[in-house]
């Protein structure tokens, strides 16, 4: 028996294939290196975003601001121009109130496929009707302005 002609180029091509399988899922684990400065999404089992965060690391190192959790009902959400991303929500709480939040997304500090999980994320996290629970920065006087850090 003969052996095949290509035997190395064929390893060589399994052995990228390999590597470039490796590299895919652990950025699609998305929790990059420990140092990444942007926002964030973590996949539950099916593969749909179930948490999104880090979205305004500023406001924790911010003294003008303090950190905050709450749920509610989303009423209304806000999109920037081109309709995608959404930069701000309306919750009702059970007693009838109702609370604008912010959310600020830097695009820049994400690649391209953590802004598609990001902004796809906060479509379905915050779609309304839906519970949502946040964690926040209530920031300037008394707390009055709120900027959304996670979304789950």
Same mark, same amino acid.
Request: net charge negative; with cysteine; glycine share 8%.
């Given at each position: =028996?003969? %052996? $095949?002609k290509h035997t190395l180029a064929t390893s060589a091509l399994v052995a990228c294939a390999i590597a470039v399988?490796? *590299? !895919?899922?652990?950025?699609?684990?998305?929790?990059? $290196?420990? #140092?990444?400065?942007?926002p964030k999404y973590q996949l539950d089992e099916e593969g749909n975003v179930s948490k999104v965060y880090n979205? &305004? %690391?500023?406001?924790? +190192? #911010? @003294?003008?601001?303090? %950190? &905050?959790?709450?749920?509610?009902?989303?009423?209304?959400?806000?999109? @920037? /121009?081109?309709?995608?991303?959404?930069?701000?929500?309306?919750? /009702?709480? &059970? @007693?009838? +109130?109702?609370?604008?939040? #912010?959310?600020?997304? @830097? $695009?820049?500090? =994400?690649?391209?496929?953590?802004?598609?999980?990001? !902004?796809?994320?906060?479509?379905?996290?915050?779609? /309304?009707?839906?519970?949502?629970?946040?964690?926040?920065?209530?920031?300037?006087?008394?707390?009055?302005?709120?900027?959304?850090? $996670?979304? *789950?």
């Amino acid at each position: =028996m003969r %052996p $095949a002609k290509h035997t190395l180029a064929t390893s060589a091509l399994v052995a990228c294939a390999i590597a470039v399988l490796a *590299w !895919a899922s652990s950025v699609h684990a998305q929790d990059f $290196a420990p #140092n990444y400065d942007g926002p964030k999404y973590q996949l539950d089992e099916e593969g749909n975003v179930s948490k999104v965060y880090n979205l &305004d %690391p500023s406001g924790a +190192t #911010n @003294d003008y601001c303090l %950190p &905050d959790q709450f749920s509610g009902r989303v009423a209304k959400r806000k999109f @920037d /121009e081109s309709g995608l991303i959404i930069t701000g929500a309306v919750l /009702e709480f &059970d @007693d009838g +109130t109702r609370q604008f939040v #912010n959310i600020e997304v @830097d $695009a820049d500090a =994400m690649d391209m496929m953590t802004t598609r999980f990001v !902004a796809q994320g906060l479509q379905i996290l915050l779609k /309304e009707g839906r519970e949502a629970s946040l964690k926040l920065y209530r920031c300037g006087a008394a707390g009055r302005v709120l900027y959304v850090d $996670a979304v *789950w």
